[in-house]
């Protein structure tokens, strides 16, 4: 942790970004027991109307659901003020809509470099 947050604080800095694009989907998971794809075996994204099915199917509870949100954004580099891009998935809020105000860490040399926290 200490040596993410001195990385953070020598090569970043906070800057403020523009939300493009906030795509919504769930996932089923309680504790260590997560709903998988079967040919991947990785975490199952549904659209959020179908998992409290699924999860019910799978011997889970309505509780199980969790929201994600895939974000995409743009910023001005704070290295040569050029437009930029990013992507980020925030696993803990859908709080998100297009053309809202979100905070990032831009990197200071290279330009579409950035961190979330």
């Not at 090569?11 to 998988?36: M, P």
């Not at 974000?71 to 980020?88: E, W």
């Not at 297009?98 to 831009?106: N, P, S």
Request: charged content about 30%; glycine content about 6%.
């Amino acid at each position: 942790v200490g040596v993410s947050q001195a990385d953070k604080t020598m090569n970043y800095i906070e800057t403020d970004a523009v939300v493009t694009s906030a795509v919504i989907d769930c996932y089923v998971k309680a504790g260590k027991r997560k709903l998988v794809e079967k040919k991947t075996d990785k975490m199952a994204y549904m659209d959020c109307e179908l998992a409290p099915y699924a999860a019910k199917e799978f011997g889970y509870d309505e509780s199980d659901v969790h929201q994600r949100t895939k974000l995409t954004y743009k910023f001005k580099s704070p290295v040569d003020g050029s437009s930029q891009k990013g992507d980020h998935v925030d696993e803990y809020s859908g709080n998100y809509k297009v053309g809202k105000k979100i905070k990032i860490y831009a990197h200071k040399s290279e330009p579409g470099k950035t961190r979330w926290n």
